[in-house]
């Protein structure tokens, strides 16, 4: 089935600076959903992409598809604690979603 | 709008006891999906039920696990004769139609202690 890797597994930033996580595939991806999981929550659904190349932007956040549907990002531009929590992408099919192994972020003042 | 309801949020039990989760998914979706995470993991699909039919099960163990989504009331994950390693976080999600290009709603999980 469909691997979906994350790097890196774990961050810590001082509040202010920026974060990143990376989504890898070996395979073409029909779409990619990433998630955040604050510490003891759910997965709380924060945006889906699905065309080559794709930018959506909320607020502090950037989310990037690759050009060849491989790959995706996430990036966090000047963090606050409340950013503080595991983000994972996911690629559904028609039955599921594939998880990646998901980025765990601390920030500390 | 009540989302997605999981009881208990915390069960404990004893090896070889059975555990039942229950999951009531969101108003209008008829679409639930089992996760189990194990601490400092990333979620694994286990199945995927629509109105009694089990549609996508490959995620569940052959042995022990069942899962149902009845014409009336939740969906249930039922674990038979529980062992230490089945210890985890359960995640039922919902959505109104299926997973692709649909974002999953969930719930706050069971956390199952097997003592």
């Known amino acids: 089935g469909q691997q979906v890797m994350q790097i890196p597994q774990y961050q810590h930033v001082q509040e202010g600076e920026d974060f990143t996580t990376y989504c890898n595939s070996s395979t073409t991806l029909s779409n990619i959903q990433w998630y955040k999981q604050r510490p003891g929550g759910h997965p709380v659904f924060l945006i889906q992409l699905v065309k080559s190349g794709e930018v959506k932007k909320q607020k502090r956040l950037t989310f990037q598809f690759g050009e060849a549907k491989k790959n995706s990002s996430l990036h966090i531009t000047a963090t606050q604690t409340t950013d503080v929590g595991t983000y994972f992408c996911?690629?559904?099919?028609?039955?599921?979603?594939?998880f990646g192994t998901g980025t765990r972020l601390q920030v500390t003042l | 709008n009540a989302g997605v309801m999981q009881n208990p949020r915390h069960l404990v039990r004893r090896r070889g006891q059975e555990a039942r989760l229950r999951c009531s998914p969101m108003?209008?979706?008829?679409?639930v999906y089992w996760y189990r995470q194990l601490p400092e993991e990333g979620l694994k699909f286990m199945v995927y039920l629509q109105k009694e039919n089990i549609i996508d099960e490959s995620g569940m163990p052959k042995e022990r696990f069942s899962a149902e989504f009845p014409k009336e009331g939740p969906s249930i994950l039922r674990i038979q004769q529980v062992v230490r390693g089945d210890s985890a976080a359960y995640f039922c999600a919902s959505s109104p139609t299926d997973s692709v290009n649909q974002p999953q709603h969930f719930g706050d999980g069971t956390r199952l202690s097997i003592l």
């Open positions: 108003k209008g979706h008829s679409h």
């Open positions: 996911a690629t559904g099919t028609a039955s599921k979603l594939t």
